[in-house]
């Protein structure tokens, strides 16, 4: 299945090309989850840009809208605005089976909590249908710079090799930077182990709606990063 829906992700002409929508896959209750690629297969770097994978934290939703359409000659931007549709569906943190999605990533995964837990990790890494579907989009895109939006701390938070182009980000968004190693199981910790040379951070919202102004500023961040890397 994944050959050919990547396959057609891969057939992006350009700016005046219709973006490929793709189903990637569907949630543990079945609700679909899509990617949209903008940009040129051949361009100089690929972003991956993660709208939500926290259920109650789909504020970057708004930022990953406003990506639609956005081109570059230099990158290629595939956007998933929605990982968690059935955690965003309840209004919770974890999945439709109570799995906190970013715990059940493969990299230093270990057992936490339980079920409905906040930070469940689930019964093994990957026992999501979720994390096998992000895992699935990166290792056949191969992003160098992977951002995932969270909520509500208010800041960019990396670790290891992303923390340049982190503070980069921050900087161009006008939000403060920390260096945080990263949680077990999570997905900037599986992607920056499995694919050294690579970029992939958290930037946390605040908490609440996000403005207008918040989220144009963060999407111009992303396209600047976009370009110049």
């Known amino acids: 299945m994944f050959d050919a829906l990547f396959a057609a992700l891969a057939l992006v002409g350009g700016h005046d090309a219709a973006p490929p929508v793709q189903l990637i896959g569907r949630s543990a209750l079945g609700r679909p989850i899509r990617a949209v690629a903008y940009g040129r297969p051949d361009a100089e770097r690929t972003v991956l840009v993660v709208g939500c994978i926290h259920g109650d934290e789909g504020e970057g939703i708004e930022i990953t809208r406003r990506l639609e359409g956005a081109y570059t000659r230099a990158a290629r931007v595939v956007i998933v605005h929605q990982l968690n549709p059935d955690g965003f569906r309840l209004g919770v943190r974890q999945n439709g089976r109570g799995v906190d999605l970013n715990r059940n990533f493969a990299s230093e995964w270990i057992p936490i909590g339980q079920r409905w837990d906040p930070e469940y990790s689930g019964p093994r890494p990957w026992s999501e249908p979720e994390t096998r579907i992000a895992r699935a989009l ?92």
């Open 138 to 229: 990166i290792r056949r895109i191969r992003p160098d710079i992977t951002i995932w939006y969270h909520q509500p701390q208010a800041l960019v938070r990396a670790w290891g090799q992303s923390r340049p182009v982190a503070k980069r980000y921050a900087s161009l968004a006008g939000v403060p930077y920390r260096s945080i190693r990263w949680p077990n199981g999570t997905a900037p910790n599986w992607q920056n182990h499995r694919f050294p040379g690579t970029t992939s951070f958290v930037v946390e919202l605040p908490p609440g709606e996000l403005p207008n102004t918040a989220a144009a500023r963060h999407a111009r961040a992303v396209l600047r990063l976009a370009r110049t890397g």
